[in-house]
């Protein structure tokens, strides 16, 4: 289990940006798979994105060309640059860490609320 902190959720309207940034203190970072989740209001949980300890990524096709997740492993931060937002992509989201598996399934942080207005 890894402790991971999220911030940088709020309230935008349609076509703004928000940055999340994960970060987990204490941990060995640069071998972990990072994955941002999200979780709608009567929906399950879906993988939004993930990066890979190597760097390779992976997005969910309703986000492709609008999100990038990026890691910095001297500060123990992954983020998540969302850009054109949608009311569509209002939902709590999660930032999750695992060692072995891919996309990450591991330890999960406590949420951060993203809310797009139209």
């Known amino acids: 289990q890894v402790q991971l902190v999220e911030s940088g959720g709020g309230l935008v309207q349609a076509g703004g940006s928000l940055r999340l940034s994960c970060v987990a203190p204490?941990?060995?970072?640069?071998?972990?798979?990072m994955g941002w989740y999200r979780q709608a209001p009567g929906k399950q949980r879906e993988l939004v994105a993930a990066?890979?300890?190597?760097?390779?990524?992976k997005y969910a096709d309703s986000v492709r060309g609008r999100f990038t997740i990026s890691r910095d492993n001297a500060k123990n931060t992954a983020y998540l640059q969302m850009n054109t937002l949608t009311p569509a992509d209002t939902a709590v989201y999660y930032c999750?860490?695992?060692?072995?598996?891919?996309?990450?399934?591991?330890?999960w942080g406590q949420g951060t609320q993203v809310t797009v207005s139209s």
């Open positions: 999750n860490a695992d060692r072995t598996r891919w996309p990450p399934y591991g330890s």
């Open positions: 990066i890979s300890s190597g760097g390779g990524t």
């Open positions: 204490g941990s060995i970072f640069s071998i972990y798979a």
